[in-house]
């Protein structure tokens, strides 16, 4: 089945740089990708969902960038803030199997003030 | 805006007791959801239903079981529970028959077995 990494597990970053998170999948046939944000001692909150091929979304404050080529997802903060520090999921959907939805480890960030 | 609305928020109980979660959306979704996430936040899922079929983890479990009575419910029942099911656990639901599946979840779950 599909095989969902994430990394870092990690990341701590001072405010007003930028932070990125990358998941890497093995399903080709995957075809929705999502990130989740994860507040302390709260629900997973989606935070934005991109599809097929090669795509940029921009919300606030973060960029998210999917590469069908390289079967990769990366989530770019561009000038984080403490309100960002939260559990980051990404998300990948397949339709083989019974699963749907495969989540990566998650990442940890820490925004330092 | 909350959608998928869970009972209890907490639960403290003691080895051996059974408790039952429940969960209820209010999307019109058709596939609801169990995950258990542990104190690494890992997300494992443990259930898998629509009004047609129940698809179960093969790793969870026999003490684990969801009860639905309609699309929009999904408890989760655990018989006699252990000191490693404490865990947050999250209902979600989707719909598949929307071309942009996503996944919503509830605010959790958090059991504590003593």
């Known amino acids: 089945g599909e095989q969902v990494e994430q990394r870092p597990p990690h990341l701590s970053v001072r405010e007003g740089d930028s932070a990125v998170i990358t998941c890497t999948y093995t399903?080709?046939?995957?075809?929705?990708f999502f990130w989740y944000k994860q507040e302390p001692g709260a629900s997973l909150q989606l935070l934005m969902k991109?599809?097929?091929?090669?795509e940029i979304n921009e919300g606030q404050g973060f960029t998210v960038l999917l590469n069908k080529k390289d079967k990769r997802l990366s989530l770019n903060l561009t000038a984080a803030h403490p309100g960002d520090s939260a559990a980051y999921f990404c998300?990948?959907?397949?339709?083989?199997?019974?699963?749907?939805?495969?989540f990566g480890k998650g990442t940890s960030l820490t925004v330092i003030p | 805006e909350t959608a998928v609305f869970q009972t209890p928020n907490y639960h403290v109980t003691q080895v051996g007791n059974e408790v039952s979660f429940n969960c209820k959306q209010t999307?019109?979704?058709?596939?609801m959801y169990w995950y258990k996430q542990d104190s690494k936040k890992l997300l494992k899922i443990m259930f898998s239903?629509?009004?047609?079929?129940?698809?179960v983890n093969e790793t969870v479990p026999r003490r684990f079981s969801p009860q639905s009575s309609d699309k929009a419910h999904l408890n989760l029942r655990i018989k006699s529970v252990e000191p490693e099911d404490s865990a947050v656990y999250l209902c979600?639901?989707?719909?598949?028959?929307?071309?942009?599946?996503?996944?919503?979840f509830g605010s959790g779950t958090r059991l504590t077995v003593l």
């Open positions: 979600a639901s989707s719909s598949r028959r929307d071309s942009a599946e996503t996944l919503y």
């Open positions: 399903d080709p046939n995957s075809y929705y």
């Open positions: 991109v599809f097929s091929s090669t």
């Open positions: 998300a990948v959907s397949s339709h083989t199997g019974y699963q749907n939805f495969y």
């Open positions: 999307l019109g979704h058709d596939t």
């Open positions: 239903y629509n009004n047609k079929q129940l698809i």
